[in-house]
């Protein structure tokens, strides 16, 4: 089972950790620093009770009244904080102590009392109070102060009458004061509970301050984010993270939003794709369906062209002889004049095989283009012009809108302008009652053709005859070759280009010209 700690929690107790370590080390520290301080003050104390009694010793000696200053030295070791008072001759007898059986012992140079002078450079010189103190057990298992100071030979000590010290002594003894430091362990022990209390205090008050700012700076907005992602999970990517501050989890709340926003386009763009697929699969299947016709038209074209090409050949002599020997015949005088009339059939059928010999060997004939670099606008108003002020257009008007800035193309001007012209003728013969021609140009959306689209309003051409209108020799027209579209689907093959068509009987059909960009 896996045990959820909060934030909260984790924060407050690594904080609270890291406090009661800093704490627990300036304790130590203050502690440490508290009992020097309690130490020196306790020093300067016996120091100033040493003078003391110092100066009461000089003032009996010099009265010769040891009686009294025993006895003051006696009182002032009955105070609480003094343990013991020793007072100690040149020769370390002990001649004076609040401890009677130690009065008469003789105290070694290397006891803790003497070692302190007697181990210095110079043996008997002074030294500073700090050098002079000692801390000690006493015989009750209590710490003291053990504070040490000399009594120097004064002038008026060697000169005198009644005394018997000479000149050259200069330590006559010692006063050797413990001062007990049980109050200084008390205060002490005061000082550590009252700190250790304070901590504990500021420990409370610091964990509970940590958990409120956490609460609201840190655990708030990582619940909003905890939320929003469970509910991005659950697909509501419409969910946003409120920004409240300027900070880290600010930025952060700003770019899970940016997130969400991505994931939520990122989602309607696949249902998008899954909504399309199914047509964009059918507009990918007609595609290569209309790949495969042209593929199939374009191996047909070649069959037939070299079929064409063939028969062609052999059939243009003979009919040459045919039209040749005609026409000798229908300018003979001799003819009978009721003849003539089937003479001029016989040549008008000749020259109308002739055309078709010549369209065919046209269709066969794969020239390459002679390319220019030319506007497509320019050849569609070429094809305009010349059928402008023909009979069989006067009743059908032409509209032309032409998209300006239109790159040029490279093509053979005289090739396209034939495509152009078989396609207006088309549309003058399904119009025979007049109409309308609307001619516009355009470049395809991938940018890489330029389009011309000629649109009548004729009959259409029905569902059909739609898919066999660029084979050769299809044609609805009693007096059509059907080789014009395929010619032209030819040309545009040639070109790289293509030439579509959409019509619907009744409403009119529309050729679409598209031509590779000059490069």
């Known amino acids: 089972m896996n045990i959820r700690i909060s934030l909260i929690a984790k924060l407050t107790f690594a904080t609270s950790l890291i406090l009661l370590v800093f704490m627990g080390v300036l304790d130590n520290i203050n502690l440490k620093n508290f009992r020097k301080v309690m130490i020196d003050y306790a020093v300067s104390n016996a120091e100033e009770v040493a003078d003391i009694i110092s100066q009461s010793a000089y003032d009996a000696m010099m009265k010769n009244d040891k009686t009294a200053l025993y006895h003051m030295i006696g009182r002032i070791a009955e105070s609480k904080n003094i343990e013991h008072v020793r007072l100690i001759d040149q020769k370390g007898k002990v001649v004076f102590s609040n401890i009677t059986g130690e009065v008469g012992s003789v105290i070694g140079k290397h006891a803790d009392e003497c070692i302190m002078c007697h181990s210095s450079a110079s043996s008997g010189v002074s030294t500073s109070s700090m050098n002079r103190s000692r801390i000690i057990t ?160 374009s191996e047909k074209l070649a069959s037939l062209g070299t079929l064409s090409a063939g028969v062609a050949h052999e059939i243009n002599n003979p009919l040459t002889g045919i039209l040749l020997y005609a026409s000798i015949l229908n300018g003979d005088k001799r003819l009978d004049p009721a003849l003539l009339p089937d003479v001029q059939r016989v040549i008008s059928e000749t020259e109308r095989c002739a055309g078709i010999v010549k369209d065919l060997l046209e269709f066969s004939r794969e020239s390459l283009p002679e390319k220019e670099v030319v506007a497509l606008d320019v050849i569609i108003d070429e094809v305009v012009t010349f059928f402008h002020n023909q009979p069989d257009f006067s009743s059908i008007t032409v509209s032309k809108k032409y998209e300006t800035h239109l790159p040029r193309i490279s093509v053979d001007p005289n090739q396209i302008r034939q495509v152009f012209m078989n396609l207006v003728i088309n549309a003058g013969h399904a119009m025979p009652n007049g109409g309308e021609l609307a001619i516009s140009t355009y470049l395809s959306a991938d940018g890489k053709f330029n389009c011309a689209a000629l649109k009548d309003t004729g009959d259409g051409i029905s569902e059909e005859n739609i898919a066999r209108i660029f084979d050769p020799f299809f044609t609805t027209k009693p007096e059509g070759t059907g080789l014009g579209l395929a010619i032209s689907y030819g040309i545009m093959e040639n070109h790289g280009g293509r030439i579509e068509v959409k019509s619907r009987e009744g409403e009119g059909t529309t050729f679409v010209v598209m031509l590779p960009v000059s490069g």
């Open 138 to 297: 006493t015989r009750s298992g209590k710490e003291a102060l053990g504070f040490t100071k000399a009594l120097y030979n004064q002038p008026a000590c060697f000169a005198a009458s009644c005394h018997f010290h000479g000149r050259d002594d200069t330590v006559l003894g010692l006063l050797d004061i413990s001062i007990s430091l049980e109050m200084l362990r008390q205060k002490s022990h005061e000082y550590r509970l009252e700190f250790v209390m304070l901590t504990c205090l500021l420990l409370l008050l610091i964990g509970l301050l940590v958990t409120i700012l956490t609460h609201y700076l840190v655990d708030i907005p990582v619940q909003r984010l905890v939320r929003h992602s469970a509910l991005v999970a659950s697909g509501d990517l419409e969910s946003r993270v409120p920004v409240t501050s300027r900070d880290e989890l600010g930025e952060l709340s700003e770019t899970v939003n940016r997130m969400t926003m991505s994931l939520a386009s990122a989602d309607k763009e696949l249902k998008g794709w899954a909504n399309s697929l199914e047509s964009k699969v059918e507009e990918r299947s007609r595609e290569i369906m209309r790949m495969e016709e042209q593929l199939r038209r």
